[in-house]
Antibody
Framework: QVQLQESGPGLVKPSETLSLTCGVS?????????WGWIRQPPGKGPEWIGS???????YYNPSLKGRVMISVDTSKNQFSLRLSSVTAADTAVYYC???????????????????WGQGTLVTVSS | EVVLTQSPGTLSLSPGEGATLSCRAS???????LAWYRQKPGQAPRLLIY???TRATGIPDRFSGWGTGTDFTLTISRLEPEDFAVYYC?????????FGGGTKVEVK
């Protein structure tokens, strides 16, 4: 069965770049599905950050205003998140997840998230 | 973007009772592209329902979802101990994908 595991620093200084990696096991990323990042600030609902396909195609949440980049490394079966110019508002549990998609008349639709990794808390503080 | 408002914020119930959770969208969710998740404390959300009414693999039939347009409902027929958790709805009908603020189901 597919499993996802987030890894990366738990503490990032303000104005620096947050970098996380999601390792995928039990499933080859090249076999399909989009792969996404979601974050959840303490006590709040989740927020979609963005998603990537194995060919490098990406979709991002406009709310992150160009600070985010998601990349994929199929040789290592993993994908990564970089979020620049972080502030305290970026403190959250960061999750990676797999999600199905469909292409309708040339337009890609990405769907729900299943399964999720266990999540990793990233705190932005000096 | 589509804003999802979940109500009530907290539901206080006893094991064995039924629960009804609401998710209202700020605009129509195309094709009923709505999912529900359960999040236990300290864990990641787990998919329960997609397509507004289709149970995910391994989800028991005490969970049911329905709705269309802007109004969606998750019903739990008989609360088990593991069902006392926070529930989120998520729409994928339009980008960006968005989640609701959650409904907490707590033990009365």
């Amino acid at each position: 069965q597919v499993q996802l595991q987030e890894s990366g620093p738990g503490l990032v200084k303000p104005s620096e770049t947050l970098s996380l990696t999601c390792g995928v096991s039990g499933y080859s990323m090249t076999d399909g599905y989009y792969w996404g990042w979601i974050r959840q600030p303490p006590g709040k609902g989740p927020e979609w950050i963005g998603s990537v396909y194995h060919n490098g195609n990406t979709y991002y949440n406009p709310s992150l205003k160009g600070r985010v980049m998601i990349s994929v490394d199929t040789s290592k079966n993993q994908f990564s998140l970089r979020l620049s110019s972080v502030t305290a508002a970026d403190t959250a549990v960061y999750y990676c997840a797999r999600h199905p998609h469909n292409e309708i008349r040339g337009v890609v639709k990405i769907y729900w998230f299943d399964p999720w990794g266990q999540g990793t808390l990233v705190t932005v503080s000096s | 973007e589509v804003v999802l408002t979940q109500s009530p914020g907290t539901l206080s119930l006893s094991p064995g009772e039924g629960a009804t959770l609401s998710c209202r969208a700020s605009q129509s969710v195309s094709d009923s592209y709505l999912a529900w998740y359960r999040q236990k404390p300290g864990q990641a959300p787990r998919l329960l329902i997609y397509g507004a009414s289709t149970r995910a693999t391994g989800i028991p039939d005490r969970f049911s979802g329905w709705g269309t347009g802007t109004d969606f409902t998750l019903t739990i027929s008989r609360l088990e101990p593991e069902d006392f958790a926070v529930y989120y709805c998520q729409q994928y009908g339009s980008s960006p994908l968005t989640f609701g603020g959650g409904t907490k189901v707590e033990v009365k």
